[in-house]
């Protein structure tokens, strides 16, 4: 009996309806999905039920829904605004039957941090850009906090995927967020991407504790440089199309004894444009192949 489960990230299917997302991840088989509270508003706006949604994936599971984003707001009129979206956000969760949600930190708008960066004016959400570090930890520890309380009201688990261009770029500084906020229901996500552009290690995946581990995105990365390293540019690279050793990064993992659920996450416009049925059955086919050690099949 395998060791790990599968989950069909959203990107992989690209825009399609959660009807086709669905049945695409039942043919190949994978043990859930990963859908964005986008695909389930859409579904449920065409007049469909939460019970719909159950149905429609039968003994298929939800790994987590996406996301709220901008979790590290300071101000208690942006914080009470964060805690109102992210009940909407849980109560549709816990509806469908997920039971987690993704969470992740800001500015999400790159644009913000390059502005910062070379002393131009920016209008829109800033988050923690210039505040000191010191006051940056206590106010994500607090709102981590405060949010896994929430969720924890709707049954569900928390996991924190830092953005790599933000103030908490990794897990390097983010998991120790976790640890302090200090809740049962918060985990968090190893992405490659944000962290191989954070500049972590594989020593330093390969020490993280199992029991933080939600899931794993496993995914490529273009060649970094001085530019804010935003997904827009430097994720459009396939499977194995990228500098990062898919490989090595996903035996560091498994070295820490991980056993949940993994899932491919792309930003590939080539690979968003693939037939999804077809793209699925690679996507599927690859990760059993990757994670049991053999060579893989998806070509770049």
């Not at 261009?165 to 967020?177: M, N």
Request: with cysteine; hydrophobic share 40%.
């Amino acid at each position: 009996m395998k060791k790990y489960k599968l989950s069909l990230q959203s990107s992989v299917v690209g825009r399609a309806n959660l009807e086709t997302y669905i049945e695409a991840a039942k043919k190949e088989q994978f043990d859930f999905i990963e859908p964005t509270k986008i695909q389930l508003k859409y579904y449920l706006d065409a007049g469909h039920t939460p019970e719909d949604v159950k149905k429609l994936l039968g003994k298929l599971k939800i790994s987590s829904v996406g996301w709220l984003a901008d979790i590290d707001c300071k101000e208690s009129k942006d914080l009470k605004k964060l805690l109102i979206e992210a009940e909407e956000l849980f109560s549709l969760a816990h509806s469908v039957g997920s039971d987690a949600v993704e969470i992740i930190n800001g500015p999400v708008d790159w644009h913000a941090v390059d502005c910062y960066q070379k002393g131009r004016a920016y209008e829109g959400y800033q988050g923690l850009l210039g505040v000191l570090k010191e006051e940056q930890e206590k106010i994500m520890v607090r709102n981590l906090q405060l949010l896994a309380d929430l969720a924890k009201e709707y049954e569900l688990t928390l996991f924190f995927e830092p953005l790599c261009w933000t103030p908490f770029p990794s897990l390097r500084e983010g998991l120790p967020l976790v640890e302090k906020a200090n809740r049962d229901n918060l985990k968090v996500v190893v992405d490659f991407y944000h962290n191989y552009m954070a500049g972590v290690t594989l020593e330093e995946i390969a020490a993280i504790d199992k029991k933080y581990i939600l899931g794993v995105h496993i995914c490529n990365s273009k060649e970094p440089d001085d530019r804010v390293p935003c997904e827009e540019i430097f994720r459009d690279a396939g499977f194995y199309g990228g500098v990062i050793p898919i490989k090595d990064w996903v035996k560091a993992v498994k070295k820490t004894g991980f056993d949940g659920w993994w899932a491919y996450e792309t930003f590939s416009k080539e690979e968003i444009e693939k037939e999804i049925y077809g793209f699925v059955h690679d996507v599927h086919e690859e990760l059993e192949k990757l994670l049991g050690g053999n060579e893989n099949v998806i070509k770049n």
